[in-house]
C-alpha cells in the first residue's frame, strides 16, 4: 500500500494539528482531568487515522483488455440507465454511475485506453452525489477517451463533502488503461456514458474495484 501525492499536504497538516492539540491537551489537562486529555486524544487519532486511510493506494492486479470498459473508481453502482447526452455526443447513451463513500480509495482510473478528446471542468452545485440532479448540477470535470471501438465520457462529480476534483487529462493525451485520471478528495461519483451497443457487465447495488471490475464491453 502506498500514499497517494494528493494526500501529502494534508496529512502533514492533520498530523501537525494532532501533535499540537495533543501537546497542548496534556500540559494543561493530563493533571486535572486526564480523562478529557484521554478522549481528545484517541478523537484526534482516529481523525489522522482516517485521513491517511482516505489517500491510500493499495497493491492492485489490474484488469487489462482491449475490448472491455474497466471500472474507474471504488464503490456501488448506484445507476444504470439509458439517458441523452448533452454536453459532448448529443445522442442517446448508457449511464453507469458509481458512488464513492469517504471510505472508498478515491483516485480515479483510465477505463480504457485512448486519446483525449474532451477534457472540460464545470462549476457547480454541491448536491448529495446521490442526488439525481447532481450529473447535471454539480460541480464536475467530463472526459472523453477515444479508441478504435469507440468513445466514452467518464464524470467525475463533487458533492455535499467532496469539494475538490483533481483531473490529469488534457486534449490529445494518449492515455492507458488503468492509468490514474484524477482524484476526488473525501467521497463523490463518478459518471461513465457508455455507446449503446456496449453490454453492461455490472448490476445495481454491486459493489466494484477500479481497475478490477469490468463496467461494459463493446
Not at 15 to 32: A, E, H, K, Q, R
Not at 108 to 122: D, R
Request: hydrophobic share 45%.
Amino acid at each position: 500500500m502506498s500514499i497517494h501525492r494528493e494526500g501529502y499536504k494534508i496529512i502533514g497538516i492533520a498530523s501537525l494539528l494532532f501533535g499540537v492539540t495533543n501537546i497542548i491537551s496534556f500540559s494543561f489537562l493530563s493533571g486535572v482531568l486526564p480523562w478529557v486529555a484521554a478522549v481528545i486524544f484517541i478523537i484526534t487519532f482516529l481523525l489522522l487515522i482516517f485521513t491517511v486511510s482516505f489517500f491510500r493506494i493499495p497493491e492492485r492486479k489490474f484488469t487489462i483488455a482491449d475490448d472491455k470498459i474497466i471500472c474507474p473508481a471504488d464503490g456501488k453502482v448506484v445507476a444504470i440507465e439509458e439517458m441523452h447526452d448533452g454536453e459532448y455526443f448529443h445522442d442517446r447513451r448508457i449511464q453507469v454511475s458509481i458512488f464513492m463513500s469517504p471510505a472508498n480509495i478515491h483516485v480515479n482510473l483510465n477505463p480504457v485506453s485512448g486519446t483525449v478528446k474532451y477534457s472540460h471542468y464545470h462549476h457547480g452545485r454541491y448536491l448529495v452525489a446521490w442526488h439525481p440532479k447532481s450529473s447535471l448540477e454539480n460541480e464536475r470535470h467530463s472526459v472523453v477517451i477515444e479508441n478504435e471501438k469507440g468513445a466514452i465520457l467518464v464524470k467525475q462529480i463533487a458533492g455535499a463533502m467532496a469539494k475538490r476534483i483533481c483531473n490529469y487529462a488534457t486534449v490529445g493525451q494518449q492515455v492507458i488503461q488503468d492509468s490514474e485520471l484524477g482524484f476526488i478528495k473525501f467521497g463523490s461519483r463518478v459518471d461513465v456514458l457508455l455507446p449503446l451497443s456496449a453490454a453492461v457487465e455490472v448490476r445495481l447495488n454491486q459493489s466494484v474495484k477500479c481497475g478490477v471490475t469490468i463496467l461494459a464491453s463493446f
